[in-house]
């Protein structure tokens, strides 16, 4: 029987639905899809940065205040945040300076004005990581985009150590106080993203974003089922226990609650 399909793009996915058995499946598209925050409140420059972002692949949140960027930006969802100094009820400084207290460590790109210079200087002793000035060519700050996202993984290191911990990201391999631990591949991924973004609460949604590439609907326990047999490899066989729960909030790997 020839099977009639019918596709369509939908919540970041390609679905498609086969009239012959009437499946509706859902196919990842654009896995791995880089998620930009752009905290502007000029309407125009938002969305010609919107407009111009997502046709290159990236994936786009605008705020337009200082509160709401401080407040997206601390969901950790994003690998890049473009700043713009002069916000209502926030500047982009006190967004930065707060971020990088509580140990954020999300690139920022800094958006200032032409008279402004001095400020700049301000803006990468404060961890911004560059600066762009208005007004400013799309290319170019694509350009520093770029640059600062190769930066930011070339810094990355090959291993990283938590407590006992040990994480090997050539090998994808774990060890606990030097003994290997036999994690399969989605757990090896999952522990990567907490111990990557230690002392960070994950919650379930991004867990599930950013490990199975999958929409989170709340009813779902996948992350739960997994957290639970990555702690019974990680933490029960050794003294420190890393994986903690936060009720309501997700989860978190620290050496101590
Ligand atoms: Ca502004």
Redo the contacts with the bound molecule.
């Keep these: 029987m020839n099977k009639k399909l019918a596709f369509f793009r939908c919540g970041g996915g390609l679905w498609y639905i086969s009239f012959g058995d009437a499946r509706i499946l859902k196919v990842p598209v654009n896995r791995q899809k880089m998620k930009i925050l752009v905290v ?3 309407k125009k420059t938002a969305s010609f940065l919107r407009k111009g972002l997502t046709e290159k692949g990236f994936a786009v949140d605008v705020a337009g205040d200082g509160e709401e960027g401080l407040r997206r930006a601390q969901s950790g969802e994003y690998e890049l945040l473009i700043l ?4 209502p009820q926030r500047d982009g400084w006190s967004i930065l300076t707060e971020l990088r207290r509580q140990g954020r460590q999300t690139p920022v790109l800094f958006l200032t004005a032409r008279d402004a210079v001095p400020a700049r200087v301000r803006g990468l002793e404060l961890g911004a990581d560059d600066y762009l000035v208005k007004p400013f060519a799309f290319s170019e700050l694509l350009a520093r985009i770029r640059s600062v996202l190769r930066r930011r993984s070339a810094g990355q290191s090959q291993t990283l150590h938590v407590a006992d911990l040990e994480l090997d990201f050539v090998g994808n391999r774990a060890a606990g106080a030097g003994r290997s631990l036999d994690l399969t591949p989605k757990e090896f991924v999952l522990l990567a993203l907490l111990a990557r973004r230690k002392g960070e609460v994950l919650s379930r949604r991004i867990i599930a974003e950013q490990v199975w590439d999958m929409k989170y609907e709340g009813e779902s326990n996948v992350v739960d089922v997994h957290v639970r047999r990555l702690r019974s490899k990680v933490d029960d066989p050794f003294k420190t226990k890393l994986i903690h729960t936060v009720r309501g909030a997700g989860y978190v790997l620290q050496e101590a609650h």
Excluded: G, Q
């Design positions: 502007e409140d000029e713009d100094v002069m916000l």
